[in-house]
Every structure is written in structure tokens, then in C-alpha cells.
T-cell receptor, first 112, second 110 residues
Framework: ETGVTQSPTHLIKTRGQQVTLRCSSQ?????VSWYQQALGQGPQFIFQ???????GRGNFPPRFSGLQFPNYSSELNVNALELDDSALYLC???????????FGPGTRLTVL | QKEVEQNSGPLSVPEGAIASLNCTYS??????FFWYRQYSGKSPELIMS????GDKEDGRFTAQLNKASQYVSLLIRDSQPSDSATYLC??????????FGTGTSLTVIP
């Protein structure tokens, strides 16, 4: 167990809908990153938050957005869902300035 | 475009053998290097990190890094059926952003 939790575990949405995924960081970790992992692929970096500010973003469109809260928990919001958004969404937390990050169990999103 | 390349496999080894997993990366500025293990349907779990050239051993696992060749590998000694999983190589850039390979599927045959 890494101490990183995510909710929900599974989610089914239809194309065009919006979704919010949640992540609770490991205690003491102030940095959260979100990843999208399609079937058979490695995790792809979406963005990273450090002390409530986005400080890095991968090659994802603006309809992917996020928040980090004062307790360092985080949300990933995806608007206008597309079929290709179906994937495992992972969050990972770490202490800022330190490389080692730890993943949560993930949220499996299916878009129909 | 920063790339991390892995042989997707599948790699099959008999129980007790050495499994060798390889990874190359394109960005010479890469700072840190990691191996994660991912069981089917689960999230990645950290096995090892390595930061400088040479070997780093942790139990049955040895990570090897060669920055001149932009190459990092993972050796698993005395492979066990429980080692059957997908192994992900990850590197970080100067901004601590992670780049993952697509993973190598390993099967250890009893």
C-alpha cells in the first residue's frame, strides 16, 4: 500500500459527458501528478500540481483540467468525453524536489 | 519528443532463471531512472531507482545504468512465477517530469 487513494474505482460515462476523478496523496506529499494509461501502453503524463499550482503539463487538450487543494488532495476533470478517453487514470504523489513517486490504485474510465 | 523504448515482449523465462529487461531513452538530459512493476489490472509499483552510472542491487533485482549509451536495464535473478508482470521503465527530465516506456511483459514459467 502506497497511502495514495483514488475514487471512484470504476466509472462508465457516455461520449460528451464530463467526469471528475479524485486522488488523496500520501501523507506529507505536496506534489501530485496525473497519468492516463491506455490498454497496452505506458502511463502518459497529463499534468502535475505542486502546492496548488499546475507546474507541468503533457500533451493533453485543455478539456483535461485539474485542481489541487490545501490538503494536497487533487481532482482531474475531463470535459466533452471522447471514446479514446477510455483508460486507467492514475495519480501519483511525491514530495516536491524528490523524484520518487508513488501511484494510487487508479480509476478505470470507460466511455461508451 | 522524449522517448523511452522497451521491447514489449512477451519475455518468457523458466523459474529460477535470470530475466533481463532493457530500456533506451532519447533525452541525454534525463536525470533519474526507475523500474516499476505492474500486475494486470493494477497500478505500477516502484521496484528500483538509479541515478548514476553502474549497477545498483536490491535483493534479487539489479538495475544497470549507462548514460553514455542512454541505456538502463533490470536483471531479476532466481525468477519466480510471482515476478510475472509488465515492467515499466521510466525516466525524468530536468523538470522532474516522468516519461514511461510501453512496458515489457514477463512470464516466469514454473
Amino acid at each position: 500500500e502506497t497511502g495514495v487513494t483514488q475514487s471512484p474505482t470504476h466509472l462508465i460515462k457516455t461520449r460528451g459527458q464530463q467526469v471528475t476523478l479524485r486522488c488523496s496523496s500520501q501523507s506529507g506529499h505536496n506534489t501530485v501528478s496525473w497519468y492516463q494509461q491506455a490498454l497496452g501502453q505506458g502511463p502518459q503524463f497529463i499534468f502535475q500540481y505542486y502546492r496548488e499550482e499546475e507546474n507541468g503539463r503533457g500533451n493533453f487538450p485543455p478539456r483535461f483540467s485539474g485542481l489541487q487543494f490545501p490538503n494536497y488532495s487533487s481532482e482531474l476533470n475531463v470535459n466533452a468525453l471522447e471514446l479514446d478517453d477510455s483508460a486507467l487514470y492514475l495519480c501519483a504523489s511525491k514530495v516536491g524536489g524528490v523524484d520518487t513517486q508513488y501511484f494510487g490504485p487508479g480509476t478505470r474510465l470507460t466511455v461508451l | 519528443q522524449k522517448e523511452v523504448e522497451q521491447n514489449s515482449g512477451p519475455l518468457s523465462v523458466p523459474e529460477g532463471a535470470i530475466a533481463s529487461l532493457n530500456c533506451t531513452y532519447s533525452d541525454r538530459g534525463s536525470q533519474s531512472f526507475f523500474w516499476y512493476r505492474q500486475y494486470s489490472g493494477k497500478s505500477p509499483e516502484l521496484i528500483m531507482s538509479i541515478y548514476s552510472n553502474g549497477d545498483k542491487e536490491d535483493g534479487r533485482f539489479t538495475a544497470q545504468l549507462n548514460k553514455a549509451s542512454q541505456y538502463v536495464s533490470l536483471l531479476i535473478r532466481d525468477s519466480q512465477p510471482s515476478d510475472s508482470a509488465t515492467y515499466l521503465c521510466a525516466v525524468t527530465d530536468t523538470g522532474n517530469q516522468f516519461y514511461f516506456g510501453t512496458g515489457t511483459s514477463l512470464t516466469v514459467i514454473p
